[in-house]
């Protein structure tokens, strides 16, 4: 009876370990720990990814399900343009792949930067093709790096599945399967209660607004980091993106598109915290004469009612910041060869 216990331990494990390792596995079971599934309910991204983290009480705010809606009426009717989008987690949550979603557009492909196998740059077409690059803050300077990007997007289907390990991939999967459900939440709560209402100390990956209503990030509050929006870039450091965007813009010119354009989506605390002044990577890129490609700068556009634009638990614009984003995409959409 010993033997089979012993066995039967070793063969969950086993299992256990296997799906946490792989996240195919993890995916085709996640269902069985769904934000339905009751007690079993994951509550990670259920209220917002930094609730997830904080466990704090306060900020457990159901996250609305809403997808942007199509396009019904077009400024220009004519579709003579090709969009293919490099992008982040932020606009891709919240649209269908349509080009429907954009002026002017006729063929419309996405590839993201979390995914496992690199977009063949399509065949040339008689329109003209825009690459927009969009990237967050705390991620810019990892990914905007021709290395970086050439694996995601290139002229060769590389028939290779990236495999970029996560040092904490098997440790976030486990804590995820064991201990990321409902039935734990209440004393989760409590801890973080504990810890930060009556013994004052900081939660460790958040921090809070001056007013105490958003959460962030703490590593684009904080540190020394390229992703903190208040650390102040070094000459070295534009130098070095200015080369780095410079070799992204030409080799994408050279392999069939018309013009390439980037948008960095700012940290939410850049934007929320009117009382600190950020470094100035932003006024660098839209002022730079010398970066060949298009800077698509969405910073004035989230700062005009800002707090309507984020989520309070979350590290991602909502909704309204996704609606504003697209329609500055449909500016510079409408404004191709006008200039």
Known sequence: MKKIGAYFILIFSSLLLLICYSPELLKRTAHFFGENGGVFASTRYQYGDLYGLSNDAKFRIPKPENTLKLLDSFVVDSKDLDLVMLGDSYFYSFFQTNANNFERIKQFDFVRWSDKTNLQIPPKSNRKRILLIEV??????????????????????????????????????????????AFFRPFKELKTYIWKDFLKKEIPGVRYSSDGSFMYLSETVEGSQVGNSFSYLSEMEKVSLEKQLNQINSYYLKNGFDKVCLTIIPNPVRVLEKGRKANDLFDFLSTNKNIGLSFVNVLPVLSKNAEQNFYRSDSHWNLKGAEKYRSLVNETLLSFGKN
């Open 136 to 181: 967050v803050e705390r991620n810019a300077f990892d990914h905007l790096q021709l290395s970086f990007t050439k694996k995601r997007l290139s002229p060769e289907k590389s028939g290779t599945t990236l495999n970029e390990e996560n040092p904490f991939l098997v440790e976030n999967n486990l804590e995820a399967i064991l201990f990321d459900h």
